[in-house]
């Protein structure tokens, strides 16, 4: 009988310490659950601005930037979170708070290709060319996807392509 509760108590106790630790807010584990939640609403958001659902597009870059802004408190020093807060500032027409957080990133990785093709767009939305182009100037070597989809919207930007 002894035994019995003894091991009653330690599966009990078990039980309670491993639902702390995978309730617990532990920053890592919390940021990137964050972080990867915002991705999926982006790319959501992304399939329904390509169905021409601006409004409800609008609406899921928002939550995603509440994500990214809850990620971005307990991890100051990744360029993917501020990319993303970026991208989703200027989707929904922030274009200086995006700049403001494509900056910072830039800060922590210059040489980041997505910021670099993002901020490039953001500068062409805002009639920016000159600086668009030294983005593009920056991805020059990368052989990288971004670098032709930067120099595509640049060549093209009377019509809306970003």
Do not use: W
């Not at 309730?23 to 390509?50: F, I, M, P, Q, W």
């Not at 670099?116 to 593009?136: C, F, H, P, S, W």
Request: a positive charge.
């Amino acid at each position: 009988m002894k035994n019995l509760i003894i091991v009653i108590f330690s599966l009990l106790l078990s039980t309670s310490l491993f639902a702390a630790g995978s309730d617990s807010s532990s920053s890592s584990s919390s940021e990137t659950s964050l972080y990867e939640d915002a991705v999926k609403l982006v790319k959501r958001a992304g399939k329904l601005e390509k169905k021409e659902k601006t409004e409800k597009a609008k609406k899921l870059y928002s939550q995603a930037f509440v994500k990214l802004e809850k990620a971005h408190k307990s991890d100051k020093k990744n360029p993917d979170i501020l990319n993303y807060m970026g991208f989703t500032s200027r989707k929904v027409g922030n274009f200086d708070q995006a700049e403001k957080f494509y900056l910072e990133g830039l800060n922590i990785k210059p040489n980041h290709n997505g910021i670099n093709e993002y901020l490039g767009e953001l500068y062409v939305q805002t009639n920016r060319i000159d600086k668009a182009n030294e983005r593009l100037e920056v991805l020059k070597n990368c052989n990288c996807k971004e670098y032709g989809d930067l120099e595509l919207i640049i060549k093209t930007r009377g019509s809306k392509v970003y």
